[in-house]
């Protein structure tokens, strides 16, 4: 059983920063593509950051030069580093994987004021 844990959310002002982190159990870590994903309140659910077993990365324009995303495989730990937080920022953050099938943390709330 894979469990994804997320952490680091919380109530920030426009401009400033967060760090989200997903602590992620067992050897398929070190193997699997870690995604975050967002959903803010009656939107869908949208990719925001990927980054491979090789340390590729992809973003969403949305995010792109302000968020970044990596992992420490000795941890089984993939960080999301979140600067200039705008408000429409603000959303549930989920990390997920794929291991023969879709695992999704709990999610962690990001709120961000104007």
């Known amino acids: 059983q894979v469990q994804l844990v997320e952490s680091g959310g919380g109530l920030v002002q426009a401009g400033g920063s967060l760090r ?6 067992g050897t398929i870590f070190r193997i699997n ?16 950051a990927r980054i491979t077993s090789g340390d590729s990365t992809i973003y969403a324009d949305s995010v792109k030069d302000r968020f970044t995303i990596s992992r420490e495989n000795a941890k089984n730990t993939v960080y999301l580093q979140m600067n200039s937080l705008k408000p429409e920022d603000t959303a549930v953050y989920y990390c997920y994987t794929y291991y023969g ?7 962690t709330l990001v709120t961000v004021s104007s």
């Open 20 to 25: 989200l982190s997903c602590a992620a159990s």
């Open 33 to 48: 593509a870690m995604t975050w994903y967002r959903q803010a309140p009656g939107e869908q659910r949208e990719l925001v």
């Open 101 to 107: 099938r879709d695992y999704w943390g709990k999610g």
